[in-house]
């Protein structure tokens, strides 16, 4: 049972004002394993305070200073690979090869921070005016459970590549992985007060952030609810808001697709991160011409999809993250049957001979249609909808009515239709028969899936501000 008592305030682990302690849990077995003190208002405050007083020294640092302090962080981070991946292991649930990639992103992530730092242009020559791009200031970092390391270090390496300093708020769930990142930071001796880590309540320490008038950025990744709540408030003081939000994405089958050629894309797709995922793409679009072919590939191939303990090397898909999302996934399970969609694989209940731990039987609807709320709303859970169209016109039309607008996938043998297609779908990334991810390429949603850009030049203009000198 570990005990989470400080947050980290200007260089230094520090007691809390705050006195809430808030358990964690272990999701496979649903016992408490930990216990984290979360910060409040006033602890925000401090650390806005220290993220302010640093800002001036350290935006003034060179491209080399913040490259060499990126790099004591990446390797900080490499050398507690193994203990992330307990961490994750053992508060998330995340199955072997995802829990893997998770304990060896946020360090793979700040190297990519450095290319980015490295290939940047800070000054750019326009007609008689010099465009310097400047740091817009202290910056709050506000992550989900889903991947809370992952986003402390992508968020952290950028804001710091470009001379801001931070706050970050990270999930109050995630507080072990949030722990071991922390450590591993602190190793890296970074000036005190450029980045600062409040655990809290989002309504409590993530509040303040978004009211306080010293903080320039938010860069908030998490629900789409949470997210317009935040750009209400930071239009107040006139915050600078990078949003990566919820999705509903699209996986687009052609008539021309191999099946059992492209099922585990499809389903590897639709369940990644045991469906807890904002890329997930949960709404598969089949012609309908095809449909039944297409069902009993996918029924197949479900069968040997593994629901069940992380911990075992053959597990595709790991447990809820909390008894309150198990909740959420059976509601959406019953309420798809409800609304007429047919159950293809899976449905209520946990899988066979489980009988602890938040999982859900790997679930696949079909026959359903686009107006359903199983086909609108984000699930975030094991749990697939197929939706059979007429024509190409049909199934691009279908991808693109939701309020989503966060990934897609396309999947047919005739490359040069896939592009056309994949043009015509409006979100921030469309995959064509891959599931491959480009670092250097930008990473965000159209409409409700967020505002803004992460990853890259792009993630790194979003926390700087052209000033243009004559
Ligand atoms: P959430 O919105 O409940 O919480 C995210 C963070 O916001 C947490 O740290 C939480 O404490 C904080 N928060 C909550 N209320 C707040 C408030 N009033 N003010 C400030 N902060 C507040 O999301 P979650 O359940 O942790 O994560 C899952 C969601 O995140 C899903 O919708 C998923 O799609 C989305 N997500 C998006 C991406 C992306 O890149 N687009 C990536 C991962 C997750």
């Not at 649930?93 to 990639?101: C, I, L, S």
């Not at 191939?301 to 809820?320: E, F, L, N, Y």
Request: aromatic content about 6%; some cysteine; proline content about 5%.
């Amino acid at each position: 049972m570990q005990r989470i008592e400080h947050i980290y305030i200007n260089g230094e682990f520090v007691l809390p004002h705050g006195q809430e302690w808030f358990d964690l849990h272990n999701p496979s077995t649903e016992e408490v394993i930990g216990q984290v003190r979360l910060g409040d208002a006033l602890d925000a405050q401090r650390a806005i305070a220290a993220a302010k007083a640093a800002f001036p020294a350290w935006a003034l640092t060179t491209r080399e200073e913040r490259i060499a302090a990126l790099q004591r962080m990446h390797r900080a981070l490499a050398a507690r690979e193994q203990e992330l991946h307990e961490a994750i292991l053992a508060e998330y649930g995340a199955p072997a090869v995802r829990g893997r990639w998770m304990a060896t992103y946020p360090a793979d992530v700040i190297a990519q921070a450095i290319d980015a730092l490295q290939a940047f242009e800070f000054e750019e020559q326009v007609g008689i005016a010099t465009v310097v791009l400047t740091p817009v200031g202290v910056t709050g970092l506000i992550t989900p459970w889903n991947s809370n390391a992952g986003f402390i270090c992508s968020k952290l390496a950028t804001a710091l590549a470009t001379g801001c300093t931070s706050v970050i708020k990270p999930s109050e769930m995630s507080a072990l992985q949030t722990q071991v990142v922390l450590r591993a930071l602190h190793e890296a001796g970074l000036p005190p007060g450029v980045f600062n880590i409040v655990n809290g309540r989002g309504d409590v320490v993530g509040e303040e952030i978004a009211r306080h008038p010293d903080v320039a950025k938010i860069s908030f990744t998490g629900s789409s609810a949470v997210g317009q709540h935040l750009l209400r408030t930071s239009a107040d003081t006139m915050k600078r808001v990078t949003l990566e939000l919820g999705g509903k994405s699209p996986t687009v089958v052609l008539d021309d697709a191999d099946f059992p050629a492209i099922m585990p894309l499809v389903l590897q797709a639709g369940f990644l991160n045991s469906g807890q995922a904002c890329i997930a793409g949960t709404r598969i679009l089949v012609p309908r011409t095809r449909l039944a072919e297409f069902e009993k590939v996918a029924q197949a191939h479900v069968a040997q999809i593994q629901s069940g303990d992380p911990r075992k090397a053959d597990t595709d898909i790991g447990p809820m993250v909390s008894q309150k999302q198990w909740e959420r996934v059976q509601r959406y399970i019953q309420l798809g049957q409800q609304e007429g969609a047919r159950l293809l694989a899976g449905g209520e209940g946990r899988p066979e001979g489980l009988h602890a731990g938040w999982f859900v039987k790997p679930t696949i609807f079909t026959d359903a249609n686009n107006q359903m709320r199983i086909s609108r709303e984000e699930i975030f859970g094991p749990v697939l909808t197929i939706i059979p169209y007429e024509d190409d016109a049909a199934a691009i039309s279908i991808a693109n009515d939701t309020d989503y607008g966060l990934s897609a996938l396309v999947l047919g043998t005739n490359t040069e239709r896939c592009g056309r297609i994949a043009r015509q779908i409006n979100c921030g990334r469309v995959l064509i028969n891959t599931l491959a991810h480009e670092p250097r390429a930008p990473f965000g949603g159209f409409k409700h899936s967020g505002l803004g850009r992460e990853m890259g030049k792009w993630g790194m203009n979003a926390y700087l501000e052209p000033k243009t000198l004559i």
